[in-house]
């Protein structure tokens, strides 16, 4: 019976981003955010590539601020209540899904 060594299994990242999300990319050479209008814009640059999206800043029902927050994709609104504030995006303006 051969020896088997845990390092030759691949880990959980490993069959995620080969199966799944694709190779996670080095860092970003700029990321930059600003907020107008009570709208918060996300920019981020690799190589001669850029891309913007604005997230949805959902604010707790009560509560005095300053708010704990959480970034989700969709929506998290039992959250709301509790209150913590939301910030969602949609990642297809961040990556494409492919299927």
């Known amino acids: 019976m051969p020896l088997i060594i845990i390092q ?9 981003m080969n199966l799944e999300l694709g190779t996670k990319p080095g860092k970003p050479d700029a990321v930059s955010g600003s907020i107008s209008g009570g709208n918060l814009t996300i920019t981020a640059t690799v190589n001669d590539t850029t891309i913007s999206f ?20 969709g ?11 939301i910030i969602t995006y949609n990642n297809d303006e961040i990556g494409a899904q492919i299927n």
Do not use: R
């Open 75 to 85: 929506s998290l609104t039992i959250l709301a209540l509790s209150g913590v504030a």
């Open 54 to 73: 604005i997230p949805t800043i959902t604010y707790p029902l009560n509560g005095p601020a300053p708010y704990l927050a959480i970034i989700a994709f």
């Open 8 to 16: 030759n299994f691949p880990t959980h990242s490993d069959l995620l």
